[in-house]
């Protein structure tokens, strides 16, 4: 079979759609007179005008386009029962289009036919967008992270990982308990000895992780011992949920900083620390003159607040998230209406007598279509934009990529534009082929005028 749409999603809304088309057609054109009035309204108007300009070409046109549409279009039937995506050819296996269409649509044991003509030019469509993904994929050079394989996924991953530093140490309750009490008790402690310490002073808002070196250079070496373990415990925890995201190779090594996850694992827990020593809270080795510190302290607890707002990214982060499981569904119930409408359309054709309409239909079924690669160009990009980040910004702690989000908010807006830069894309793309076509007709005419005057004709 071949694929009905690139994802699941849209091949599933596809295959309702021809469905739609088809039943509607079989009862327009086949149960009712609707098909045959329209026919014999349109015939009468083309007799009338033929009669009336004596020229009867116009009425053999409109019966040969009724007929034409009678046997491309309505008549044969294809076969859609085993409906597939090329996303899923490609190796996709979240999803597959009978499971959307059994859970979300209709028995799929009652999609079995489609009108042979729409289901061949969609699939012409398909092929199109198909082999223009494929092409930017090799100009990118991005075939491990090809948009036919995970859709999005820097920006995917960004949520994931957005998601499980906002909610702590969740899934590990001994590590959470060990790891609060060390941030209690032992680092608090590290961060005095070091506000005591006039060489350090100046640093401090900078040395506010407990694995700095500098804060690990201040701990004992009991308290050095359990932050190594505890480091050691964290790792493995972030590993164990990374690898359940099914992440692994080049894209770990490249997006997944551990050193970033665990800075904002912990960004709660020590601001809780920060916040006693700024409040002035006796203990934690502080004498007396570093308590009039407190100032840098607070500038720390700054910091943290900082590093703990929601605001900004959880707009950002929610528009993506939104508009990448929405436009899917969008585009899918797009491209089902179109296919729905097709029989009115054919009616259309036939009682203004022209096949214009039919054109215009399939242009605006291609630009729906076409929104898929405008998609993956943002597939890619981001995927640019996050190495490129990653590069420039190498060891430094604010180069975290899925902590800024950039690229969510990108993605939310380019993919809220996306059916618009589609359109132009659609336009330009028709505009080029009809210039194209106009010039090789002045051409083929000017040849022909030097060829008709050689011969004398």
């Known amino acids: 079979m071949i694929p009905m ?26 149960n009712t007179k609707t098909g045959a009035a329209v026919f014999l309204i349109g015939l009468l108007f083309s007799l009338w005008t033929a009669v009336k300009e004596a020229d009867y070409s116009c009425l053999w046109g409109y019966v040969f ?33 009978q499971q959307i269409l059994q859970n979300t649509f209709i028995d799929t044991g009652k999609t079995q036919a489609g009108s042979l003509g729409l289901v061949f030019i969609s699939q012409v469509y398909d092929s199109v967008v198909y082999g223009t993904v494929s092409a930017i994929t090799q100009v990118t050079q991005q075939q491990d992270f090809n948009y036919l394989n995970n859709p999005f996924i820097v920006n995917k991953v960004s949520l994931y990982l957005g998601h499980f530093s906002a909610r702590g140490i969740t899934k590990d309750p001994v590590l959470r308990k060990d790891m609060e009490d060390f941030l ?28 700095d070196e500098d804060v690990v250079a201040n701990y004992d070496s009991a308290q050095r011992k359990r932050w190594e373990n505890l ?90 998230e939104f508009m990448i499981k929405a436009l899917p569904y969008l585009e899918g119930y797009a491209v089902m209406i179109i296919y729905s409408l097709f029989p009115f359309t054919l009616l259309l054709c036939l009682l203004f007598r022209t096949p214009e309409i039919l054109k215009e239909y399939f242009i605006y079924l291609f630009w729906v279509k076409s929104w ?59 505009t080029g082929i009809g210039e194209a076509a106009s010039a090789l007709t002045v051409h083929a005419d000017k040849g022909t005028g030097k060829v008709s005057s050689k011969l004398g004709v």
């Open 65 to 97: 386009m009724y007929f034409a549409l009678l046997f491309i279009f309505i008549k044969p039937m294809a076969n859609i029962a085993n409906a597939t995506s090329t996303m899923e050819q490609a190796g996709w296996n979240e999803s597959t289009t």
């Open 372 to 430: 898929v690669i405008i998609w993956a160009l943002i597939h890619y990009a981001s995927l640019y934009m996050a190495a490129l980040q990653a590069k420039l910004a190498s060891g430094t702690t604010s180069s975290w990529f899925f902590e800024r989000p950039y690229f969510n908010t990108v993605t939310g807006v380019l993919l809220v534009m996306s059916p618009g830069i589609a359109w132009f894309m659609t336009k330009g793309v028709l």
């Open 5 to 30: 749409g690139i994802s699941p999603t849209e091949a599933a809304f596809e295959v309702v759609g021809l469905v739609n088309a088809k039943s509607i057609m079989d009862y327009l054109f086949i």
């Open 231 to 320: 480091d050691s415990r964290l790792n493995d925890y972030i590993k164990k949920q990374i690898d359940t995201w099914g992440l692994a190779g080049t894209f770990v090594n490249l997006f997944v900083d551990y050193k970033a996850l665990k800075i904002s694992l912990l960004s709660s827990e020590i601001g809780k620390s920060a916040a006693q020593i700024a409040s002035g809270e006796a203990g934690y080795g502080i004498n007396p003159q570093g308590i009039s510190l407190s100032l840098l302290a607070r500038k720390a607890t700054g910091a943290f607040a900082f590093l703990g707002s929601t605001v900004g990214q959880f707009f950002s982060s929610s528009l993506a």
């Open 184 to 211: 209690k008790n032992d680092y608090p402690q590290a961060l005095g000895r070091m506000l005591n310490n006039s060489n350090a002073q100046t640093q401090i808002t900078k040395k506010w992780w407990p694995g």
